[in-house]
T-cell receptor, first 115, second 112 residues
């Protein structure tokens, strides 16, 4: 299996521009998570989906952030308009169905720099 | 909300020495995950602990969860340069496949 795939790996943009991050979970995994990592705040959960349905988006910073999962193999995290404080590494993770707690497998992350 | 405290924040260890990283929760843990992150890369799953008193080992890394399920330790024996990186503990407080809450991480440097 190729693991969780994220694109782009690096993104540099100017303040005010729209940014779209993409994630392809591991096939067969029906949970998908978006995390953001910064030096100041560490790794934080933004939103997660189960069977393509958003379950908890309480971690989404503000209305500028939105996430979608149109099908089981693809999710996007969009920031519009972007701000310098959005600069961070954004990780996508997925886990497979089962009973109880399931291990989350992380993608390589997208490094976002907003100038 | 669940809070995880990791200690130490950073650690410099001479190659070949043993070391321990701690992760303490303010609440009972349904599951405790240990991940390793190399600088500039994603998180690599190491181990998951679920039961009080549970202990797991993988190569030279051993993780334990205390009986009260509020504290976990990660122990590395005879450290090697390949062990360098950031170690993160993540907690599941919902008892299911919810998003994880992570500690701030421990930066481990191995000196040759």
């Amino acid at each position: 299996d190729a693991g969780v795939i994220q694109s782009p790996r690096h993104e540099v943009t100017e303040m005010g521009q729209e940014v779209t991050l993409r994630c392809k979970p591991i096939s067969g995994h029906d949970y998908l998570f978006w995390y953001r990592q910064t030096m100041m705040r560490g790794l934080e959960l933004l939103i997660y989906f189960n069977n393509n349905v958003p379950i908890d988006d309480s971690g989404m910073p503000e209305d500028r952030f939105s996430a979608k999962m149109p099908n089981a193999s693809f999710s996007t995290l969009k920031i519009q308009p972007s701000e310098p404080r959005d600069s961070a590494v954004y990780f996508c993770a997925s886990s497979r169905p089962g009973q109880g707690i399931e291990t989350q497998y992380f993608g390589p992350g997208t490094r976002l720099l907003v100038l | 909300s669940q809070e995880l405290e990791q200690s130490p924040q950073s650690l410099i260890v001479q190659e070949g020495k043993n070391l321990t990283i701690n992760c303490t929760s303010s609440k009972t843990l349904y599951g405790l995950y240990w991940y390793k992150q190399k600088y500039g890369e994603g998180l690599i799953f190491l181990m998951m602990l679920q039961k009080g008193g549970e202990e797991k080992s993988h190569e030279k890394i051993t993780a334990k969860l205390d009986e009260k399920k509020q504290q976990s330790s990660l122990h590395i024996t005879a450290s090697q340069p390949s062990h360098a990186g950031i170690y993160l503990c993540g907690a599941d407080t919902g008892g299911g496949a919810d998003g994880l809450t992570f500690g701030k991480g421990t930066h481990l440097i191995i000196q040759p």
